[in-house]
T-cell receptor, first 109, second 115 residues
Framework: EDQVTQSPEALRLQEGESSSLNCSYTVSGLRGLFWYRQDPGKGPEFLFTLYSAGEEKEKERLKATLTKKESFLHITAPKPEDSATYLCAVQGGSEKLVFGKGTKLTVNP | GAGVSQSPSNKVTEKGKDVELRCDPISGHTALYWYRQSLGQGLEFLIYFQGNSAPDKSGLPSDRFSAERTGGSVSTLTIQRTQQEDSAVYLC?????????????FGAGTRLSVL
């Protein structure tokens, strides 16, 4: 059974304080690993997809990396508007995404 | 262009009543997915459509849950005889097709409260 574990559950940062979110996964035949951002009362917003170990993608202050067992979402010099819940999901042998429970990030000014 | 649209945004119902939740996917997207997000839980897969067919219904929690899709577009998720444990946010997503390298785009969800 495909599984995704995200850590930490919650993270508080000061504005400008860089950090990383972790996503550990077990999946039969990884077809893709996805990062989404979810704001309160809204649906998940797509950020990145990674397909093979060693792949990296960047968008503004965010950088996602992938190994054979985990993915990291690095946040460089975060701003208060980066506060959200970040969700990690994997796609294995079927079309469905299997999600972790998310990391709630709060960035204080 | 327009994203995935879900209606209603909120639904309050009494235990035992039936409810219908609607999803309008992004125009031209052939694959459609339903997920459920309960408090403290991650998103859980319910069902997936390729066109009007549902090759994977493995996530539907009981036979009180059903879904259909017509015209390769709009989908309706129906919950019969609602129970309090059905209270959750029901999210719909669509993707251009299925298979490798297809990104699922989500709607804002329907928040269902069963009293």
């Amino acid at each position: 059974e495909d599984q995704v574990t995200q850590s930490p559950e919650a993270l508080r940062l000061q504005e400008g304080e860089s950090s990383s979110l972790n996503c550990s996964y077990t999946v039969s035949g990884l077809r893709g690993l996805f990062w989404y951002r979810q704001d309160p009362g809204k649906g998940p917003e797509f950020l990145f997809t990674l397909y093979s170990a060693g792949e990296e993608k960047e968008k503004e202050r965010l950088k996602a990396t992938l190994t054979k067992k985990e993915s990291f979402l690095h946040i460089t010099a975060p701003k208060p508007e980066d506060s959200a819940t970040y969700l990690c999901a994997v796609q294995g042998g079927s079309e469905k995404l299997v999600f972790g429970k998310g990391t709630k990030l709060t960035v204080n000014p | 262009g327009a994203g995935v649209s879900q209606s209603p945004s909120n639904k309050v119902t009494e235990k035992g009543k039936d409810v219908e939740l609607r999803c309008d996917p992004i125009s031209g997207h052939t694959a459609l997915y339903w997920y459920r997000q309960s408090l403290g839980q991650g998103l859980e897969f319910l069902i997936y459509f390729q066109g009007n067919s549902a090759p994977d219904k493995s996530g539907l929690p009981s036979d009180r849950f059903s879904a259909e899709r017509t015209g390769g577009s709009v989908s309706t998720l129906t919950i019969q005889r609602t129970q309090q444990e059905d209270s959750a946010v029901y999210l719909c997503a669509s993707s251009l097709a299925w298979g490798v390298k297809n990104i699922q785009y989500f709607g804002a969800g329907t928040r269902l409260s069963v009293l």
